[in-house]
């Protein structure tokens, strides 16, 4: 049960010792608007999609209800309007083109689009996300985004060796004392990442179940 679950997934990030507030994202791609009211309905404010299209449905349906929507897939050009106009958060900032649009698309009447930039912090050249070493240059763009506030850093680390990549994190969250926000963890690794400094973890399958 999606109750059961969410309540399991609390205790083991209540386990983990930390002094960071940590935020449980669920990730609800894939999932019904039904499955997604289950959570609602114990208190779950926060919800990540990756595909823009089944996203809008879910957060049109659900607009009376004060959600938090986070943006966590791969953004093509043809939807950072949508995105500007439709979410809170968006990790999945991996150059600058996508953020000058999603800076001229938000609208003004909506407060600031908060934003991660997702870093490939692996080095996998089959993934995507930002270079370490083009982190300090890409970062110097962003005071001049007024209508994006610029908060962290996110990853989807290799699975083989999570931890190291999320200490890697952690060392690149220090060299930033203005951000405050380190994306990472997901259902399998989320204690890991929140023993290296995780804000925000992203779990779907642990809250959910399988996704077909
Ligand atoms: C699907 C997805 C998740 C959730 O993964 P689970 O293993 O189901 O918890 C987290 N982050 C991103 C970017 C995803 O695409």
């Known amino acids: 049960m999606i109750k059961d679950n969410l309540e399991k997934v609390q205790i083991r990030i209540n386990n983990v010792n930390h002094t960071q507030s940590?935020?449980?994202v669920a990730v609800s791609k894939t999932r019904s608007i039904d499955e997604l009211q289950q959570?609602?309905?114990v208190g779950q404010q926060h919800f990540a999609e990756n595909y823009l299209q089944e996203a809008l449905i879910k957060i049109n349906h659900l607009k009376s209800q004060n959600l938090i929507w986070h943006f966590i897939g791969p953004i093509q050009s043809n939807k950072t309007l949508k995105i500007a106009q439709n979410f809170d958060w968006v990790?999945?900032?991996?150059r600058l083109k996508t953020a000058k649009r999603l800076n001229n698309q938000r609208p003004k009447f909506l407060p600031k689009l908060k934003v991660l930039l997702q870093i490939n912090i692996d080095n996998e050249p089959t993934k995507s996300g930002v270079l370490v070493?083009?982190?300090?240059e890409l970062m110097t763009h962003f005071e001049n985004l007024k209508n994006l506030t610029l908060r962290g850093f996110m990853c989807i680390p290799n699975p083989d060796?999570?931890?190291q990549s999320f200490t890697k994190m952690a060392e690149i969250g220090k060299r930033c004392p203005e951000l405050d926000t380190l994306s990472m963890g997901m259902s399998h690794d989320l204690e890991s990442a929140i023993a290296n400094g995780a804000t925000f973890v992203r779990i779907g399958t642990d809250i959910f179940g399988k996704r077909a």
């Open 22 to 24: 940590v935020t449980l």
């Open 133 to 136: 070493e083009q982190i300090d």
């Open 39 to 41: 959570a609602i309905d």
């Open 161 to 163: 060796n999570s931890q």
């Open 91 to 94: 990790h999945s900032i991996d």
